[in-house]
């Protein structure tokens, strides 16, 4: 089974403290994404990056930033966490860049708290 | 990037068909329709793909309306397990982009 695991369910921090969010994938996936939801807006895409050391940005990347040093694995930073990044946080993988039939496949969130 | 509407809320009975609507008048020719579901407290899962015809899975059916302004996900038998929120995506298969939109999808309530 397809497996995106994520480092916590759930995190409290306090603003300005450096946040670290970590997604690891057992499926030896290219891509991986990392989105924040927020009630009444969905989901919104922070960063993604399509191979070992690559990201690109997404809609809402301000205040974030990402690290893939190994393919399994992709880092969600807060450098300096503020009350408006309170969030779920869900990072997801997918196989191919092809982009019409891709799948992604999500983990269980991580629910952040900043006070 | 394209959009999708749906509506904000739907409810079914146990064990009876669902049929969720999704508009997407401004699809283009080489976006795929992806339909996606949330349970509560779980991240998205993969539901359903197409692209012109209908298709039919383990999960779910999705008829997609001749000029593909619209589809419609069909669950045959509601089970109470399937109350989530559904979210249809358009997912651009030339556009290079590895973005897909969620909006704030249909949510599916199951009565008993």
């Known amino acids: 089974d397809v497996k995106v695991t994520q480092s916590s369910r759930y995190l409290v921090k306090r603003t300005g403290e450096k946040v670290f969010l970590e997604c690891v994938q057992d499926?030896?996936?290219?891509?991986m994404f990392w989105y924040r939801q927020d009630p009444g807006l969905g989901l919104r895409l922070i960063y993604f990056s399509y191979d070992v050391k690559m990201k690109e940005k997404g809609d809402i990347p301000e205040g974030y930033s990402v690290s893939r040093e190994k393919k399994e694995r992709f880092s969600l930073i807060l450098e300096s966490a503020s009350t408006n990044q309170t969030s779920m946080y869900l990072c997801a993988s997918s196989l191919s860049y092809f982009g019409g039939t891709d799948t992604q496949y999500f983990g269980p969130g991580t629910r952040l708290t900043v006070l | 990037d394209a959009k999708t509407t749906q509506p904000n809320s739907m409810e079914s009975n146990e064990e009876e068909p669902v049929h969720l609507p999704c508009n997407h008048s401004?699809?283009?020719?080489?976006?795929?329709i992806h339909w996606y579901r949330q349970l509560p407290s779980q991240g998205p899962e993969y539901v359903i793909h197409g692209l012109t015809s209908n298709v039919n899975n383990r999960m779910a059916s999705l008829a997609i309306a001749e000029d593909r302004k619209s589809s419609t996900l069909i669950l045959h038998r509601a089970t109470l397990r399937d109350a989530a929120v559904y979210y249809c995506?358009?997912?651009?298969?030339?556009?290079?982009?590895?973005?897909?939109?969620f909006g704030t999808g249909t949510r599916l309530k199951v009565l008993a």
């Open positions: 401004t699809i283009s020719g080489t976006d795929y």
């Open positions: 499926m030896d996936h290219e891509n």
């Open positions: 995506i358009l997912r651009d298969q030339t556009s290079g982009t590895y973005k897909y939109i």
